[in-house]
Nanobody, 124 residues
Framework: QVQPVESGGGLVLPGGSLRLSCTGFGGTFSNYGMAWFRQAPGKEREFVASISWYGNTYYTDSVKDRFTISRDSAKNAVYLQMNSLKPEDTARYYC??????????????????WGQGTQVTVSS
């Protein structure tokens, strides 16, 4: 299955913005739903946002109106634009590919392939 690779994490002040990118190797994302999950130390991995193969988007309540997920099929890439970042957004962020084509992942059980993650730290 296609292997996702993330980039774009870093340290940002509260209220700042970051854009995470995820590119695919060994295949194409085009028929798969894609998602971002995050995991903070001592906590379970949680769903952040997902986008279906045809572009419908879904968000967890805590990031609605602040985060935007998008995809570019021509570049085989998925993005997460994060605005108005808060300290509680601090976590390692993982890009995820759905287990099957035409499925939009919204829980870890629906994920077929994970990236290695990229760290996002929101702190003053």
């Amino acid at each position: 299955q296609v292997q996702p690779v993330e980039s774009g994490g870093g340290l940002v002040l509260p209220g700042g913005s970051l854009r995470l990118s995820c590119t695919g190797f060994g295949g194409t994302f085009s028929n798969y739903g894609m998602a971002w999950f995050r995991q903070a130390p001592g906590k379970e991995r949680e769903f952040v946002a997902s986008i279906s193969w045809y572009g419908n988007t879904y968000y967890t309540d805590s990031v609605k109106d602040r985060f935007t997920i998008s995809r570019d099929s021509a570049k085989n890439a998925v993005y997460l634009q994060m605005n108005s970042l808060k300290p509680e957004d601090t976590a390692r962020y993982y890009c995820a590919v759905s287990r099957m084509t035409l499925v939009t992942p919204r829980s870890p059980s629906t994920v077929g392939s994970w990236g290695q993650g990229t760290q996002v730290t929101v702190s003053s």
